[in-house]
Structure formats: C-alpha cells, structure tokens
C-alpha cells in the first residue's frame, strides 16, 4: 500500500509522541521551525528526503518501518518521556503594548480613509488578522492584543478603552453613518500615526491586510474569520491562542513553509 503525504505526516506524530519529543524538541534537532513540523505532521507541507531521513534518525526508527504496511506507533513508546508530550503547544502569553496598538490603529484608519465600509466589524478583523499574520510569519507578537471568539468572530481584548482614550486625546472621531441600509460605527482618524515607531516588516504585513480585506463587506470578513484555524479551534467566548496560526491552512496561511528548510538547509 502507498502511504500519501498526510498519512506520512499523521505516522511522525504518532511516533514523536511515542517517543515523548515535544513539536519544539524534534524541530530543533531536525533543524526547521516548529511550524514547519507542524505543517509536516498536518500533511500540508512536502517532506524532503534529507528531512525524512532526519526524522527516522532522531525518532530511532528507519525509514523503511516508518512507511511500512505493518507501521505500529506503540512499539517505540519511551515511557520515561511521555510527559513531555502532552503539552504540545508552546507557553505564548501576549503582553498588549498599548501605545503600538493605538499607533497601528491610526495606521489602518488612515490607509482606509475614504472607504464607507469600513465600519467597527470591519476594523476589528483587519485588526485580528495583522496581529495573527504577523505571528504566522514572525512568530512574534505585533500589538500583544488578546481576541476573543464572539458571534460576529474574533474581537479585540479592551478595544473599547483603548478607542475612547483615542477620542479624549483628538485623535479619532467616532460618527454614527448609514451603509447599505445598517446602521455603522466608524472611526475618523484625526492625526497621523508614527511610522518611526513600526518595522518594515510589520507595514508590509499590515499593508497586505489591507490590500487584501479592505474592501470586503462585513458579513464577508465576519463569514471568512469564522472559517480560520484559530477562531475554529477556540471556545465560544474564551481568548483566541495565537499559537493556532501554526495549523491554518490555505488560503489563510501567509507563511511558506516550504522555504523554512531550504532557508534553514542553505546556512
């Protein structure tokens, strides 16, 4: 029987786990990210043969048991390691940097002026999907903003406090306008934001954003969040782990898991 590549990718993380190696730990002795083993053990990323070859090596099994018909995960188990298994996500607690947020707030309402869909639904996933894109490809946080799973889909930790210190400081204005019929809260940026103050990287990954969802309705960016990894993969209310980026699939990845290894294989 020939195995396809998810089956391939489910076999590594039954025996990873036998084994009692964390996604972190093989990762780092294969020498690739952790969201690219990710992406393996998924089936959405092609496995080189050096990779695969790695793989066997660190997890003691030989390529030809690994892709066999009679494949048993059980009987690599290393007791002494199976604790370690079980917390498989890494420990990423975000830490909201106020000033940044307000500052890419004003960033987006400036490159959005002028646009009469862009209401507070529309913002706020502009919002959500700078700070979960930029920590697809980064691994790093961008504003350090908390989001919670709510009906009309991911919504900003504190963004009311934030908005309103904003409006007391005359930077934004808040006006009640009439869209297609609904009724729409909208932001009038009054000043500029600090663009000393962002990384390259981060307007690029901010500007792809905009580019891509600015024109969108809010219906249609609320429908299309309801419909990425981590939004699905959290509970009604509770905050969203930043770390679920790591099991989106297209067309919400941004990141090339692809090139983590030849980047990687070419140092």
Known sequence: MDINQKEIGKRIARIRKAKGFSQEELANLIGISRPSLTQI?????NISVIELKSISNNLTISIDALLGNDFNQFEYADNEKIERAKNEIRIS?????????????????????????????????????????YYELYEEHLT??????????PVPQNINSIINELIVSDKIKRVKT????????????????????????????????????????????????????????????????????????????????????????SE
């Open 41 to 45: 053990e998924l089936g959405n990323r």
């Open 93 to 133: 607690v975000p830490q909201l940097n106020k000033e940044k947020f307000q500052n890419i707030l004003l960033y987006l309402l400036e490159k959005c002026a002028g646009k009469p869909n862009i209401g507070e639904t529309l913002l706020y996933k502009l919002l959500y999907f700078s700070d979960f894109n």
């Open 178 to 265: 009439q869209f297609h019929q609904y009724r729409q809260t909208r932001y009038i940026p009054l000043a500029k934001p600090d663009l000393t103050k962002m990384k390259a990287s981060e307007k690029e990954v901010i500007d792809q954003v905009v580019h891509q969802y600015s024109n969108w309705s809010a219906a249609a960016i609320s429908d299309y969040s309801h419909k990425d990894m981590p939004w699905l993969a959290s509970k009604d209310g509770a905050v969203i782990d930043y770390e679920l980026v790591f099991y989106r699939e297209h067309p919400y990845s941004v990141r090339n898991y692809e090139e983590d290894f030849e980047n990687t294989s």
């Open 144 to 153: 350090g903003a908390e989001y919670r799973k709510l009906t009309y889909g």
